[in-house]
């Protein structure tokens, strides 16, 4: 199970750090309840070290849950 785990936070860190690396900036749509806006429009860009911290950890993370030894019987 752990194994299991490592592994997909793992892969999940670096497709986040692909995705950081590719976009510049992702813009949220605002909240619109009953037809007036609630809350505005959100824009979140990314630190020039994230895209490359993100898949070095996971790259590490990704080993570290192959270095982890299945479980054999129950």
């Known amino acids: 199970m752990w194994r299991a785990f490592f592994l997909a936070v793992g892969v999940y860190s670096c497709l986040l750090g692909v995705e ?4 510049d900036k992702a ?4 909240e ?11 824009s979140i860009s990314p630190p020039d070290w994230a895209p490359w911290s993100l898949m070095g950890v996971g790259a ?3 080993l570290y849950s192959f270095t ?4 054999v019987g129950g």
């Open 20 to 23: 950081a690396l590719a976009l």
């Open 27 to 30: 813009v949220l749509k605002p």
């Open 32 to 42: 619109v309840q009953g037809g007036q806006q609630v809350a505005p429009a959100r």
């Open 60 to 62: 590490v993370v990704v």
């Open 68 to 71: 982890i030894p299945k479980r």
